[in-house]
Structures are given as C-alpha cells and as structure tokens.
C-alpha cells in the first residue's frame, strides 16, 4: 500500500497557516475541544454568511477569533449586534476569557475553494442537476481568474466533461 500525505498537512507551514495559533502541554484536550465548539459554534450560528476560514489564536489571558467571510455585513449585522451576539457565545463557551473578535472580508469569493464547495453544496441541496452546479462553479472562478490578477489567478478545473 501507498503512503498518502494529507493535502493540508503536506502544505502546513509552507503556503498555508495554523487553523489555530497556541501551545499548551497540560490543557491540550480542553484548548482542542474549545477550539472545535468555538467553530462549530460560530458555523451553526452564521450558516448563511459564507464564512470561509475560522482561525483561533491564545495568549494568556485572551482569545482572538479571526472569521474570514465573504459577506461581512451578515457577520457584523445590524449596529454590531450580530457580532456583540458572538462575542458573548464564545466568551460563555471559552469561560469568561477575554475575546477578541475580527472580521475579515474575502475580497474575491469566486477563487476561495472552501466558499465554492459550500456554493456547490448547497446548489446540490436545492435538487440542481451536479453537473450544471459543477460547471457554473469552474466557469465562474475562471472568469474570476481572468479579472484577478497576480498568485490569486491560478485556478485548475477538476470537472469531467
């Protein structure tokens, strides 16, 4: 049998960052687990906000929660009352540690691939025929490709004709 690499992991540290950003021998498993409630938790409460990446650095006495999404306004929500919402789920859920909430906009949602699965899915959710969701999926990012410039205009189509 083959060895297989994760795709992921094979990147880690070299074009990819940490999902999380902190060390800890004795609280791994809690800090671990928070980790996961802490994402599970924003992704149950934002389903709808096209949230690509949730990163989660510790020091030691605060928590910054970086969400990387395409449409900030959904995250934020009306005056900052979605966010402030936030705040206070994931301080009940972290135990009263400081948190420090960032919101970061995705510049171009037609290249990030988590937004295009997601997109995808839910187009298959919708009962529209795969094919049809696959190939509008390719050609939109292309044509995003097209209008982008720099590292952010490599795309490569996976789609069986």
Request: hydrophobic share 40%; no cysteine.
């Amino acid at each position: 049998m083959g060895q297989k690499v994760n795709p992921y992991g094979f990147r880690l540290g070299v074009t990819t960052d940490w999902k999380s950003r902190w060390f800890s021998d004795k609280e791994y498993k809690d800090y671990l687990i928070e980790d996961w409630k802490i994402r599970d938790f924003i992704m149950r409460t934002l389903p709808t906000a096209a949230i690509s990446r949730i990163e989660v650095e510790r020091t030691r006495d605060k928590l910054r929660v970086d969400v990387r999404t395409a449409r900030p306004g959904i995250v934020i929500g009306k005056r900052g009352q979605q966010a402030e919402e936030l705040r206070k789920g994931l301080t009940r859920i972290t135990g009263n540690v400081k948190v420090q909430l960032n919101i970061e906009e995705i510049k171009q949602p037609e290249l990030d691939a988590a937004l295009i699965a997601q997109g995808v899915a839910d187009q298959l959710a919708g009962r529209i025929a795969f094919r049809r969701a696959m190939k509008r999926a390719v050609q939109n990012a292309q044509k995003a490709a097209r209008r982008g410039s720099g590292s952010s205009a490599r795309v490569v189509s996976v789609v069986p004709r």
